[in-house]
Every structure is written in structure tokens, then in C-alpha cells.
């Protein structure tokens, strides 16, 4: 009888679903009694107004918080409010309808490594206060409405991976020169039909994705990157053939320096 109750009370919430604002303040409690580094508060159907809510409980948990979690919400605005969570360093708002970041929540979470805020959209814009995350690692803003990538995301110096794919990015700015630790870009699903000379001093790069843009060549700098592994530059109309996916730094190097010099 207890195990058919116990699946009945289990049944009728998942039909209820999500209680959002009130579910959301009993995790927050929750956290803060067990100290717990995780805050999660995902698929609540949490609404811009329930977040300010729940962000009001935020002083009891910032002390130990370093994750948020808030994928697959309602939210369409991330306030500045988050950051009392000032030991954060991971932020999870995934698939959310967002269409803005407030500028001084970058600012105030310097301990941030990575931020997600994929999937969503309706984002067109990101504010240029990235300098403030001295920490950045990981950023990962593709499938969204995005028009191009803040000038300060290349002073993040010791961003690792940026993924921007599926947006409508025209260009890359000849300041991402400045990413010495980037390992992983992936900018495929674009607008773009020129990549910087400058990409040849981010030494670190292992895995470039630019397939489904208007690249006609490939900059000559792209064949010095002795760490490049992968090179993904398929369905590029304007690129000469081989627009192919290669995985040796053997043909990495040929295939970049075919595109930049337009013979094999």
C-alpha cells in the first residue's frame, strides 16, 4: 500500500508539473540549509517576475552557490540580481526565450567559467561587459538571433572554448588575435565571409567549425597553427573544393593552405 501511495502522490504532481515561484523558494531553502554548491532550478516554468522573486532569497546561499542552473525556463531577461551570487562560476539559462543580459550581471561575477545561454532564440544582442569575467572558460551562445560578439569577449584572455553557431554573424573581429587559450570555435551557421589573419596567433586552437557560411578563402595563418586537429569548413558555396572535414593537423594544414592560396 505504501509503494502504490507513494506512486499515486508521484503520478499527480507530474501531472500538475512545475509549481514555478513556489518550487523554485523551497530548492533556494533547501540549498541553504545543506549548503549544497548547486542551485537548481531548472524546468520550473519560471517567469522574468518569479525569478526576481527567487532572487530576493539569494543572499542566504551566495556564500557556497558556484552553479545556477536555470535551463529551460520562461525567462526572457537574466538580472542583475544573480550576481549576489558572487562565488558563481558556472550559469546554466539554456533554452530560455532570453533577449537580454543585464550589463552588470557580467560585472559582478568575476569568478565566472562558463555561461550558457544557448538555445534561445530571440537573443539578439550580449552586452559588452565580458572583460569583467576574468575567468571566462567556456561561453556558449549559438542557436540564437545574434548580429555579432561583443568586443569585450576577446579580452576574455583565458576563454577556452566560444561557440556562437547558428546566429547571423557577419564578422569575426580581428581582435580575437588576442585569444592565446582558445581551444575550441565553433562559428558555423553564420553570415561570415572572412575570417581575420589575426586567428593564426590564437596558438591554442584545436577544433575550428565555420561549415554553412560565405567563406570564399581561408586565411593563410590558418596552416601555422600547429594544434589545429579539426577543420570544418563544409558547405561553404564560394570555398574551392575540398570543403572538407579533416582530423589531423597533416591535413588541416594542406587544406587551410589550399583555400588561402587558391591552388593545391
Given at each position: ?263 593545391s
Amino acid at each position: 500500500m505504501h509503494a502504490s501511495s507513494s506512486l499515486a502522490e508521484f503520478m499527480s504532481k507530474l501531472e500538475q508539473g512545475p509549481q514555478g515561484v513556489e518550487d523554485a523558494c523551497v530548492a533556494v531553502d533547501r540549498c541553504a540549509s545543506e549548503s549544497s554548491p548547486i542551485l537548481d532550478l531548472q524546468q520550473m516554468m519560471l517567469t522574468d517576475e518569479d525569478l526576481n522573486v527567487v532572487a530576493s532569497k539569494f543572499q542566504t546561499v551566495a556564500e557556497h552557490v558556484t552553479t545556477l542552473n536555470l535551463f529551460m525556463n520562461e525567462i526572457t531577461v537574466l538580472p542583475a540580481s544573480i550576481a549576489q551570487l558572487s562565488n558563481l562560476q558556472v550559469l546554466k539559462a539554456g533554452c530560455n526565450p532570453l533577449k537580454e543580459l543585464q550589463s552588470g550581471l557580467l560585472e559582478g561575477l568575476s569568478k565566472l567559467r562558463e555561461l550558457d545561454i544557448g538555445f534561445s532564440d530571440t537573443l539578439e544582442d550580449l552586452p559588452d561587459s565580458f572583460h569583467a569575467c576574468h575567468s571566462l572558460k567556456t561561453l556558449h551562445a549559438g542557436n540564437g538571433l545574434l548580429k555579432s560578439i561583443p568586443l569585450s569577449v576577446f579580452r576574455c584572455e583565458n576563454l577556452e572554448e566560444l561557440h556562437v553557431y547558428g546566429n547571423s554573424i557577419k564578422e569575426i573581429s580581428n581582435e580575437i588575435g588576442c585569444l592565446r587559450s582558445l581551444r575550441v570555435l565553433s562559428i558555423g551557421r553564420n553570415q561570415i565571409s572572412t575570417l581575420p589573419d589575426s586567428i593564426s596567433d590564437c596558438g591554442a586552437l584545436e577544433v575550428l567549425h565555420a561549415y554553412e557560411n560565405c567563406l570564399a578563402t581561408l586565411p593563410q595563418g590558418l596552416s601555422k597553427l600547429n594544434n589545429l586537429k579539426t577543420l570544418n569548413v563544409d558547405f561553404n558555396a564560394d570555398l574551392p573544393i575540398p570543403p572538407r572535414s579533416v582530423f589531423s593537423v597533416a591535413n588541416v594544414k594542406a587544406t587551410a593552405a589550399f583555400h588561402a592560396n587558391g591552388t593545391s
